[in-house]
């Protein structure tokens, strides 16, 4: 029965022995830190003041839960930024897929269907241009044909005229030769070299006035049978002229007609290549347009991708920002939420009168 009670006592003793070295220990450990050296400042006071153990263990206790509260609400808060981080995070890498989507499509767009069909709307105007342009030669060209034409169509024409001339002069200078002279005869001659002057490049009447000029210079003209062989031939040489005269001055007025008329074909299909390339025009208008919205929608929507771009930096910075001072709070919770319990357990203890700060 001694031998138990020793064993007994003993035992107490050494427990009495390990709490007091562990309480000194946490004592140590309260002292490291400015909040545990209040905590056990705060012990002291109460100490000294001899206040109910009770009371003081019960303000541990609510500053326990205090802090237990504040670190369980930063811990929610903290979620709640996370998951509204998580969540603008996933919105604005939608954004910024969206975005980069869109200027892609819209420069593809641009790139393999409006600059091209610019281009080809362009290459059409410039054709049709040409195509004017050539409608123009042709028109001051044919103009320029009729003229000369014309020209030479009077120049003819006046020939003729002056050949007619000749022809009635020598035929009223044949009328005087009945007893001609000598003087006489050569002028009558000289009146058909006059004729062959005058119709020299009328290849169809050389041959005709070349006769009566040889016929004319081997006669002497005191045969009257002669001379009305000569004034039978002139007549008919003159009924000649007359009908070449009236034959170039039909083909002139065919030529000016089908030169109007061609003009006119001209003019309508110059008109046709204007209202051509009025049609284009406003296609190209159109496109341009086109281009012009498509160009300011692809460039808001790489400003938009590059103000997402910045958001997100922005918000990956701030959560990081945020996230590091939940840590730290979080930290220095949990830390003075194990000095408070550390506390806690001193006050607890069987004496802690002799506690020193």
């Given at each position: ?351 802690f009168s002799n506690i020193q700060v």
């Amino acid at each position: 029965m001694k031998t138990i009670l020793l064993i007994a006592l003993i035992a107490v003793a050494f427990t009495a022995r390990v709490q007091e070295r562990n309480l000194a220990k946490i004592t140590t450990d309260l002292k490291q830190s400015t909040y545990g050296s209040a905590l056990l400042h705060l012990v002291e006071l109460h100490s000294m003041a001899g206040g109910p153990v009770q009371e003081l263990i019960d303000a541990i206790e609510e500053l326990i839960n205090d802090l237990e509260e504040e670190l369980e609400e930063l811990e929610f808060n903290f979620q709640v930024r996370t998951n509204e981080h998580n969540s603008l995070v996933v919105s604005l890498e939608q954004d910024i897929q969206d975005a980069v989507i869109d200027v892609n499509n819209t420069q593809d767009t641009l790139d393999n269907l409006l600059f091209p069909r610019r281009v080809q709307l362009q290459a059409r105007i410039e054709q049709i241009q040409d195509n004017q342009e050539a409608n123009r030669k042709n028109y001051d060209e044919a103009i320029l044909v009729r003229e000369q034409e014309h020209e030479d169509f009077e120049f003819q024409i006046a020939e003729l005229n002056d050949a007619t001339t000749a022809v009635d002069d020598a035929l009223a200078l044949l009328q005087t030769l009945t007893n001609p002279s000598l003087l006489q005869v050569k002028r009558f001659q000289n009146s058909l070299k006059n004729i062959e002057a005058k119709i020299k490049s009328r290849s169809k009447m050389a041959p005709m006035i070349k006769a009566l000029i040889s016929l004319a210079s081997n006669q002497n003209f005191s045969d009257q049978g002669i001379i009305g062989q000569i004034v039978d031939a002139l007549n008919e040489f003159r009924n000649a002229i007359v009908d070449s005269i009236n034959a170039q001055t039909a083909a002139e007025a065919q030529a000016q007609a089908d030169h109007e008329e061609y003009l006119e074909q001209l003019d309508d299909e110059y008109a046709e290549f204007q209202r051509q390339i009025n049609r284009v025009n406003v296609d190209l208008t159109a496109t341009n347009e086109k281009i012009d919205q498509m160009t300011e929608f692809r460039d808001q929507r790489d400003a938009d991708r590059k103000q997402y771009t910045a958001e997100l930096e922005l918000e990956n910075n701030t959560y990081a920002e945020e996230t590091d001072t939940y840590t730290n709070l979080k930290n220095e919770f949990t830390r003075e939420l194990g000095i408070s319990e550390q506390a806690l357990s001193v006050v607890q203890s069987a004496d802690f009168s002799n506690i020193q700060v």
